[in-house]
């Protein structure tokens, strides 16, 4: 079991370690209870090369809401032949049909909260509850909201603790960008478009090169972000040790 105590001085040391040692203690730490949850924006990409060359028995997984655009859906299959991997698509528990019967059409354009929620959030948090450890690639850079984030963050779940990883917190986009062109690493060419990331068709647009990073989703609407990074609690502080497997 991991204390609350050792978390504390573990969250420390990892905010000054290389990517490369932060995969590695992840693995060895939590096992098959950690896995890597990615869209496939530049910096998943990042993260997802990385992991192949230092912990590559690290699940992948993505969160297919229906809305993802063809550029995605062929990338993700271009990452499965690169790495020879297989990626775990969780979707929703409604079809995009179903979706449409029982909340009407376009729900993303009247209420893109319940769309998100039935969409990303419902079945993120499926997927969380099989892990004690979720890896993600937000980046501090990225915006307000997410200018705060540790390495390391705990979170409480149904009950349970969940360590939450962002080990590319510290990287910046030109950081980013820099390690894809010098390792050739395959990313959504949306990007090429004036995409700063990609995520459902509805909901995200080109940008200008200079404009925030995330500031072609949601445009026009004071949403900022989906859910999937907002619905956790930090940990109480009676929950003082994490069921860990080695
Ligand atoms: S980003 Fe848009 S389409 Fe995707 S789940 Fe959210 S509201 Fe729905």
Sequence with gaps: MLTREKLNAQSLALETAPLEDILIWSWETLGSRVAFGTAFGASGMVLLD??????????????????????????????????????????????????????????YKRDADRCCWLRKVEPLQRKLSQLNGWINSRRRDQGDTRSQISILEYYETDGRALLKLNPMAPWTRKQVWDYIVEHDVPY??????????????????????????RAGRWAGSDKTECGIHTFLQPIDAAVNTVPVES
């Design 50 to 107: 990385v992991m192949q060359k230092v912990a590559p028995q690290i699940p992948v997984f993505t969160i297919d809401t229906g809305f993802l655009f063809p550029e995605t859906l062929s990338l993700i299959d271009r990452v499965e032949a690169r790495y020879g991997i297989e990626i775990e698509r969780v979707y929703s528990r409604l079809s995009v049909e179903e979706q449409a019967r029982d909340y009407g059409d376009e729900l």
């Design 188 to 213: 959504n060419p949306l990007m090429d478009q004036g995409f700063a990331t990609v995520g459902c068709w509805p909901c995200t647009k080109a940008v200008d090169a200079d404009a925030d990073e």
